[in-house]
């Protein structure tokens, strides 16, 4: 497999540096992504990184994951408009190890020659002085070079002007790339096109300070085709860790993308050949309905991210939710998934006291809790047949609820019509 070629097939290269691809054609090379430890969790707008690395690998080259300890320390101004909080020593260890977890999930770490490596810049800088540091690295870059950066630029010409620190940012990244050149035989950096400017720092580095040779790779930055940020929904960013975003909503993510972008997706995102792919497009335009793009991109990467488990767990939730899945799968979630699989939905409390003495339906849905802005409303849409409790239709307004009726002793789901969900939560 040629890395370059499949990269460009799936609609993923950006820039290359000249002889790169002739470079990579000769045997294995060794490359790497750099990874910021800013979060616990990596969230989907890392993905297209970690496939990067998974297709150098598959084409038969070495890859070495770095997570930034060093440079988490200190923050990337790359496209961003203001100076980062910088991350306590704690904070940054913790983060540390989160992601190293999460990206062994993904490469091969026992495949040979050509096995996966995990690198922390941190352990290359920890006992780096502030003088060896200007004296061995600083001297080989000018500050014109630095200043013709656009990260740079776009930051001195706005308001908020730029911190030393966050200038220094592209030299520690390009001591990075020769630190890994030198000790790792590492001839390629690769990296979101946002990147380009730090990875060149890192080949002029290279260049200057013992007159090697290093390329550079960048990938296109993702975004939706009406032209808004990729990787993020109204309640903030689809984390890959299941304990910030759910495994269900992980799935609902990639189920709910456009046809547009899920044309790329399946490209960018998942592991399929080319034929596969076109079969699975051919598939979605006799019947665009069906979805077959959508439902093959979901169901790959949360496998692959999640697990079969997960993903079995996530399309039981959906089809509860729009299909005709029975109650009694929420006795398969625990209490965090039922509260997980109802989020965005309204959540009302009751006591489990006044339960176990029974309320009748109206009481339940228009005083105890807000289903019903009043009890006529309640009574008439009961009376009407539209309003159901745990999937069950309520059979008049007189109806009484007890703790009996609780699933996993804790919750009622109330329906106004078939879409409309509300979460009663007796505690």
């Known amino acids: 497999m040629n890395f370059v070629e499949e990269l460009r097939w799936r609609g993923m290269l950006h820039d290359i540096m000249p002889g790169t691809e002739e470079m990579l054609n000769k045997g294995i090379a ?11 969790s990596l969230h989907v707008g890392h993905l297209t990184q970690i496939m990067t690395l998974i297709h150098f690998q598959r084409a038969g ?18 496209g961003k408009s203001a100076e980062r909080n910088l991350l306590s020593e704690e904070t940054l260890q913790h983060n540390l190890k989160s992601v190293e977890k999460q ?3 993904f490469l091969d770490f026992e495949s040979g020659a050509n ?21 061995d690295v600083g001297k080989h870059i000018t500050v014109n070079y630095m200043m013709a950066k656009d990260s740079v630029k776009k930051r001195l010409e706005g308001d908020t002007g730029m911190s030393f620190t966050e200038f220094t940012y592209q030299l520690v990244q390009g001591y990075d790339f020769y630190y890994l050149w030198k000790h790792k035989n590492c001839t390629l950096q690769m990296g979101g096109s946002d990147q380009w400017g730090n990875i060149v720092t890192g080949t002029e ?46 799935y609902q993510f990639w189920l709910n993308t456009s046809d547009a972008d899920a044309k790329s997706y399946i490209r960018i995102f998942t592991l399929f050949d080319k034929a596969t792919i076109e079969a699975i497009e051919a598939e979605h335009e006799q019947a665009p309905h069906q979805r077959a793009l959508q439902k093959a991109l979901a169901k790959d990467i949360t496998i692959r991210v999640h697990g079969e488990d997960a993903y079995e767990k996530a399309i039981k939730s959906s089809e509860f939710l729009f299909g005709n899945t029975g109650i009694e799968f929420l006795n398969e979630l625990n209490d965090e998934e039922v509260i997980g699989l109802f989020e965005g939905v309204p959540n009302f409390n009751v006591a489990k006291d006044e339960l176990s003495e029974g309320i009748n339906a109206v009481e339940l849905l228009a005083t105890k809790t807000a289903v019903f802005p009043s009890k006529g409303e309640a009574r008439k849409m009961i009376q009407a047949g539209g309003v159901s409790i745990n999937k069950t239709k309520i059979g008049a307004p007189e109806q009484v609820f007890a703790a009996a009726d609780l699933i996993n002793g804790k919750f009622l789901v109330a329906q106004k019509g078939k879409k409309n969900y509300f979460l009663i939560v007796a505690e």
């Open 30 to 40: 060794s490359g790497y992504i750099g990874f910021d430890p800013t979060a616990d």
């Open 61 to 78: 080259h070495k890859p070495y994951a770095l997570v930034g300890g060093a440079t988490g320390m200190v923050g990337d101004p790359s």
């Open 103 to 105: 990206l062994a999930k």
């Open 115 to 135: 096995s996966a490596e995990m690198v922390n810049n941190y352990d290359w800088f920890k006992n780096f002085t502030f003088l060896d540091f200007i004296r």
């Open 205 to 250: 580095m290279i260049r200057r300070k013992d007159a090697g040779e290093a390329f550079a790779l960048t990938t296109q930055l993702i975004k939706k085709a009406d032209g808004t940020k990729f990787g993020k929904t109204e309640s903030g960013a689809v984390w890959l860790d299941p304990e910030k975003t759910s495994p269900y909503k992980f």
